[in-house]
């Protein structure tokens, strides 16, 4: 497990909060904008994925870099139909400079202490078979 740098950005409610708020439970960080096309075309996936496995111990956290505006994530979760993800941004566009994600999407699988135990950079079919299986592996191992 690698430690990752701080790295805060803002819910849905426009709290400030950092990745330290999920400790204890096993997360899937993916970093995704909505001016690329793999990401949105893996939202529905990963929004698949949180309904099927997401609640006290895993969570998706699907953290848009999109600098600017903030309603476009917003927005664009409504025209696609999400409604398992939460809403995370990184209005201020540093968070994937930060975590070394210079493609996107990218994708961290952190254990319960915020560590990083594996990294994709490209999209991925995350409501799979093969997805939920790697998942239930990390929280079966502790998410280490």
């Known amino acids: 497990p690698q430690a990752l740098p701080a790295v805060s950005f803002f819910n849905g409610q426009g709290e400030e909060i950092s990745l330290d708020a999920f400790k204890g439970k096993v997360v899937l960080l993916n970093l995704w904008a909505t001016w690329c096309a793999p990401c949105r075309h893996e939202m529905p996936a990963l929004d698949g994925l949180q309904a099927a496995l ?3 111990d895993f969570e998706v ?9 903030p309603n476009k994530p917003r927005v664009f979760y ?3 139909g ?20 210079f493609g996107l999407p990218t994708t ?5 202490e915020g560590r990083m135990t594996g990294k994709l950079v490209g999209p991925a079919e995350w409501a799979s078979e ?14 280490a």
């Open 130 to 143: 093969e997805a939920q299986a790697l998942i239930k592996a990390a929280l079966e191992d502790g998410g």
């Open 108 to 112: 961290l699988l952190l254990d319960r």
């Open 61 to 69: 956290v699907a953290l848009s870099v999109d600098a600017g505006d």
């Open 78 to 80: 409504e025209e696609v």
């Open 82 to 101: 999400i409604e398992n993800l939460a809403l995370y941004q990184d209005t201020r566009a540093r968070a994937h400079v930060t975590l070394g994600a």
């Open 54 to 56: 997401g609640g006290e």
